[in-house]
């Protein structure tokens, strides 16, 4: 009989001891594609200052961090510029538009529409 409990007791731990079985894995949603890279040279280094000398008070804006995002919203263009700590004050360090762009994450027909310049059928700034 002591043989017996010994054995269950055996048993008991054994199975306590056993991990349990995984737990299925749930498939994670795919990322989106990051924006493509490029910025728009003439305007990547502005102070908030110069950007509002450009383009005046932007529609809306939000501070965090130290971190800015101003919006300018022009027609059916929505323009973003993010604005991080440079050398003396924020400045520009990515701009986005909505609609965004083919080879950039700004397209270039709304920052000619955000600039007041006409743009060909082609997209780029006519001459």
């Given at each position: 009989?002591?043989?017996?409990?010994?054995?269950?007791?055996?048993?008991?731990?054994?199975?306590?001891?056993?991990?349990?079985?995984?737990?299925?894995?749930?498939?994670?949603?795919?990322?989106?594609?990051p924006?493509?890279?490029?910025?728009?040279?003439?305007?990547?280094?502005?102070?908030?200052?110069?950007?509002?000398?450009?383009?005046?008070?932007?529609?809306f804006?939000?501070?965090?961090?130290?971190?800015?995002?101003?919006?300018?919203?022009?027609?059916?263009?929505?323009?973003?510029?993010?604005?991080?700590?440079?050398?003396?004050?924020?400045?520009?360090r990515h701009?986005?538009?909505?609609?965004?762009?083919?080879?950039m994450?700004?397209?270039?027909?709304?920052?000619?529409?955000?600039?007041?310049?006409?743009?060909?059928?082609?997209?780029?700034?006519s001459s």
């Amino acid at each position: 009989m002591r043989r017996l409990a010994a054995g269950f007791t055996l048993l008991l731990l054994a199975a306590c001891a056993t991990p349990p079985p995984p737990q299925p894995v749930q498939p994670k949603l795919p990322l989106p594609p990051p924006p493509p890279l490029g910025e728009p040279a003439d305007l990547v280094g502005l102070s908030g200052p110069q950007l509002q000398a450009l383009f005046g008070k932007p529609s809306f804006t939000r501070k965090e961090a130290g971190a800015e995002m101003w919006r300018y919203d022009k027609g059916s263009c929505r323009t973003f510029f993010f604005l991080y700590p440079g050398t003396a004050a924020n400045e520009v360090r990515h701009v986005e538009t909505v609609p965004r762009g083919r080879d950039m994450a700004a397209d270039a027909n709304c920052l000619a529409l955000l600039r007041g310049t006409p743009t060909s059928p082609a997209g780029a700034p006519s001459s």
